[in-house]
């Protein structure tokens, strides 16, 4: 008796392909339909663009996901109906569904919100998580930087936390990690230089692509546009 359709939550790593986990590579190749999410309908699928070889067109069905860059709303709530309407219906179609995401799952990650409504309305439908190189691990690795030794305190937030839960992190942990920091760097900036922390980080972007920077003097990124796939590490 063959095993029913599910749903594999794939982490596709950070950017470089060779970080694929071959758990990922085979659940990837075998595949008949592959969920590739996106910030716009006329963009590129940034998780598909890493795992594009090992994809055949011919063979699957690839459907590009589109979720607004917003942090909620009617339309956002919308695009995560359809996307879990489309996984779905494949799996009741008897296919197996690949959601890739880029890092890991679970951090931040795409993936929860479907997660989150297919659960709730479809508790029958076996969803299997692949863990995938988070970009924080590869932009640690990138900048030679110890995220955390012995018994020391690591803290992960999203850059837009306002400034006064901020400080408090900032002073209360040893490490901290602040994601998304694209829009809200001068800002930031200007806090860690009130706490006697703007040389005590670095900027990475991109990390393990073509397009990979990695910054130690933080003053030198003060005024730019800045890549939306970035984040600061500061540690103390």
């Given amino acids: 008796m063959s095993s029913p359709a599910r749903i594999y939550a794939v982490g596709v ?6 970080l694929l986990t071959r758990k990922a590579e085979r659940i990837i190749r075998n595949a008949r339909v592959i969920c590739a999410p996106t ?9 598909l663009s890493i795992v594009r070889e090992l994809v055949d067109p011919a063979r699957q069905e690839i459907i590009s996901q589109t979720f607004p860059m917003m942090k909620k709303g009617p339309e956002l709530e919308s695009a995560w109906e359809e996307a879990a309407s489309q996984v779905v219906e494949r799996v009741d179609r008897g296919e197996d569904v690949v959601f890739i995401t880029i890092g890991d799952p679970l951090l931040y990650s795409t993936f929860l919100y479907i997660h989150r409504i297919i659960r709730s309305r479809r508790p029958d439908i076996p969803i ?5 190189i988070s970009s ?4 640690a690795a990138a900048a030679g930087l110890p995220l955390g030794m012995a018994g020391e305190r690591i803290a992960i937030l999203p850059a837009t936390y306002e400034d006064y839960e901020l400080r408090k992190t900032l002073r ?4 901290v990690v ?6 809200v760097f001068d800002r930031i900036y200007a806090v ?10 670095v900027f990475v972007r991109r990390v393990g692509s073509g397009q990979e920077e990695v910054v130690f003097d933080l003053s030198s990124l003060l005024g730019r546009e800045l890549d939306y796939l970035s984040m600061l590490i500061i540690r103390k």
């Fill in 192 to 201: 860690l230089q009130e706490l006697g922390l703007a040389d005590r980080g």
């Fill in 136 to 139: 924080i691990t590869a932009a």
């Fill in 128 to 132: 299997e998580i692949v863990p995938g």
């Fill in 172 to 175: 209360e942990f040893d490490t």
């Fill in 13 to 18: 790593g950070p950017g470089d392909p060779e």
């Fill in 178 to 183: 602040l994601m998304k920091v694209s829009r």
């Fill in 39 to 47: 910030g716009a309908a006329d963009a590129a699928s940034y998780a």
